[in-house]
């Protein structure tokens, strides 16, 4: 079993940043690391994934540009870093994660193991 915790939420202002962490423990293996957001009365949406390789990312358009993951090998953490924060960022982020060597996925149902979320506040 892999366990995933999100830090780093909190209330920024429209233009500033953010960095959210995921801590992940556990099993080991090969996964492919994602960002997933909830907006009050909104569908889970896919924000960001990286490969396991660290070899490829992708961003939903409305992000792209503004917010870069990385992943940290050692610490067994992955960051989102988010720039330009708009009010329609609003959002409970979550931290996902699947068995995979290769692949990543923007369905959150290929998705095995979910953080508990970190809340993210822009005003404007």
């Known amino acids: 079993q892999v366990q995933l915790v999100e830090s780093g939420g909190g209330l920024v202002q429209a233009g500033g940043s953010l960095r959210l962490s995921c801590a992940a423990s556990g099993r080991s293996g090969r996964y492919v690391m994602a960002w997933f957001r909830q907006a009050p009365g909104k569908e889970r949406e896919f924000v960001a994934a990286m490969t396991w390789n660290g070899g490829n990312a992708a961003y939903a358009d409305s992000v792209k540009g503004r917010f870069t993951i990385t992943r940290d090998y050692a610490e067994n953490t992955v960051f989102l870093q988010m720039n330009s924060l708009k009010p329609e960022d609003t959002a409970v982020y979550y931290c996902?994660?699947?068995?995979?060597?290769?692949?990543?996925?923007?369905?959150?149902?290929?998705?095995?193991?979910w953080g508990q979320g970190t809340q993210v506040t822009v005003s404007s």
């Open positions: 996902a994660a699947a068995l995979s060597t290769y692949n990543y996925y923007t369905d959150r149902l290929q998705y095995q193991y």
